[in-house]
């Protein structure tokens, strides 16, 4: 009789063992799971607000490239120079929204804000263009002109890029703000995965008691 009752001692230890391990595995891998991806969302984050940074700052360049290929126009050499200069910068700039909009859909956030600021650069990129056409390298009130047409219609895009960056900005503090909740959340899944592993292990010590008690 002792000898059964210590084998069935052995066997409820090594099942509430192995209960207590599984439940603390698939936690852990739970936790696991969540503190990646709070942490892949961090990094997104932050790449988005660097990708609108290159964004900002390579429309700064392509604006002062225009400028310096219309100042130009009459040496053939400084304005192709220049005119690639555009046209690099304002590749740049497509570049740079196109990956924010990558990271932004990722995550699982609305992109018709970049989509925005995506379809106005092209659009400003047709209206430079269209000045472009009226363009006379050997007269300085051509160049004038050109310019006029063109003159601040950067502004708003410039302003929309920096407002973007301030929202997702403030996003991220906000991810920051829900970390001790998040914290209090997975202590509160510690609690109740202690609560069922008694719970368990006392209906299995009910069961392994009856059976013992019945032979």
């Not at 000898?3 to 099942?15: E, K, P, T």
């Not at 390298?137 to 502004?155: C, F």
């Not at 900005?169 to 609690?191: C, F, H, N, W």
Request: with cysteine; net charge neutral; charged share 25%.
């Amino acid at each position: 009789m002792n000898r059964i009752l210590r084998s069935g001692v052995a066997r409820f230890i090594a099942l509430a063992v192995c209960l207590a391990a599984l439940g603390g595995y698939l936690l852990s891998q739970l936790f696991l799971e969540v503190n990646v991806s709070s942490v892949k969302r961090s990094v997104q984050l932050l790449e988005i607000e660097e990708y609108l940074d290159d964004a900002a700052i390579g429309l700064g360049r392509q604006i002062q490239e225009w400028k310096d290929m219309l100042l130009r126009a009459n040496d053939s050499a400084l304005y192709t120079k220049h005119q690639q200069g555009f046209k690099e910068s304002s590749i740049a700039v497509q570049y740079a929204l196109m990956k924010a909009k990558t990271d932004i859909f990722d995550i699982g956030m609305e992109t018709a804000d970049i989509d925005q600021l995506i379809a106005e650069h092209k659009s400003l990129l047709t209206e430079y263009m269209q000045a472009h056409t009226g363009l006379n390298p050997h007269e300085v009130d051509s160049r004038n002109k050109v310019d006029r047409k063109v003159l601040g219609i950067d502004r708003a895009l410039q302003e929309r890029i920096v407002q973007l960056k301030s929202a997702i900005s403030e996003y991220a503090k906000q991810q920051l703000a829900r970390a001790p909740q998040t914290q209090g959340d997975r202590a509160i899944m510690v609690g109740l995965l202690g609560a069922v592993s008694l719970m368990l292990m006392a209906g299995l010590g009910f069961v392994f008691a009856y059976r013992m008690r019945v032979s």
